[in-house]
């Protein structure tokens, strides 16, 4: 009955790699999930790494997004919803975000410095491996969330709901 999948991890097209491919755009702008390369791999990362910078300033609501391995750097993701998206080793320096929602999404070897997450709600994310520095998790909801492995150093989940989340192996470093 249902065979669309919550979203898509497709392999890089070179045979020998094993990253993840990032999402190609149509030329109407639309996320399609069509066969591509990694950001080592792709012919014109330049190009790619706008066209997903801009999916995301230009869209609330984002579903399937694998932003792998990209530098998001003075971003405002206030009020948007993810769901199934990807961004494993990613890079977040001064993001800030309120009312964010983020339903499984991929978040494993990503770092995160100077970010705000203010009230954001979090369902069925991993944070697995993540380093946090200066990061903060006010008054938010990340229920069943996976901080296994994370460091955080001077990060803070004051106020936060964490019901059924993981840190095992985790550092925090107040």
Not at 23 to 45: A, E, K, M, R, V
Not at 47 to 75: P, V
Not at 87 to 109: A, G, I, Q
Request: hydrophobic share 30%; net charge neutral.
């Amino acid at each position: 009955m249902y065979n669309k999948l919550m979203f898509t991890l497709n392999k890089c097209l070179v045979n020998y790699c094993n990253n993840h491919a990032l999402s190609t755009f149509d030329q109407n702008g639309n996320l399609c999930s069509s066969d591509s390369y990694c950001l080592d791999h792709i012919p014109n990362p330049g190009q790619i790494k706008q066209q997903i910078y801009e999916y995301i300033k230009n869209n609330d609501k984002i579903i399937g997004l694998n932003a792998c391995g990209l530098i998001f750097k003075d971003i405002n993701l206030s009020n948007k919803q993810f769901f199934g998206c990807n961004f494993t080793h990613c890079t977040f320096t001064n993001l800030h975000s309120e009312n964010t929602k983020m339903r499984m999404c991929v978040f494993d070897y990503t770092v995160f410095s100077d970010c705000n997450l203010i009230n954001c709600h979090s369902i069925f994310t991993s944070f697995s491996q993540c380093t946090f520095t200066h990061s903060l998790f006010t008054s938010s909801d990340m229920i069943q969330t996976n901080f296994n492995g994370a460091k955080a150093y001077q990060s803070s989940f004051d106020d936060s709901d964490l019901f059924n989340s993981r840190f095992r192996k985790a550092t925090l470093v107040n």
